[in-house]
């Protein structure tokens, strides 16, 4: 079955980097533009950001822009996600998604065009 697991997640301080990793399996991942969002206590799942099936592509929440870096690996089944100068707003619980385009350039900011989500990890950003 397909599964995205997300790895990477812990406690830093403001200011911090940390990269997020999400492994795909039991899809032909190269098929599928990915997504990270992520969900805050009390708040709406947000958009991160997405890249397309062949990585030509990509978008970043205005919240993140200049700050966030999505990239993948199709030879891995990965995709990554670069978070620099992180902010205590950045806390949330991070998940990936796949959404299987027939587009190649496909990117979408909508959670329900996404077709699998794994179980998030957590990132907390302290000041």
């Known amino acids: 079955q397909v599964q995205l697991v997300e790895s990477g997640g812990g406690v830093v301080q403001a200011g911090d980097s940390l990269r997020l990793s999400c492994a795909a399996s039991?899809?032909?991942?190269?098929?599928?533009?990915m997504g990270w969002f992520r969900r805050a206590p009390g708040k709406e799942r947000e958009f991160v950001s997405a890249i397309s099936r062949s990585g030509s592509n990509t978008d970043v929440g205005d919240s993140v822009k200049g700050r966030f870096t999505i990239s993948r690996d199709n030879a891995k089944n990965t995709v990554y996600l670069q978070m620099d100068s992180l902010k205590p707003e950045d806390t949330a619980v991070y998940y990936c998604?796949?959404?299987?385009?027939?587009?190649?350039?496909?990117?979408?900011?909508?959670?329900?065009?996404?077709?699998?989500w794994g179980q998030g990890t957590q990132v907390t950003v302290s000041s």
């Open positions: 998604a796949a959404w299987n385009t027939i587009f190649r350039g496909g990117i979408s900011r909508i959670p329900n065009e996404y077709n699998y």
């Open positions: 039991g899809l032909t991942f190269s098929s599928y533009s």
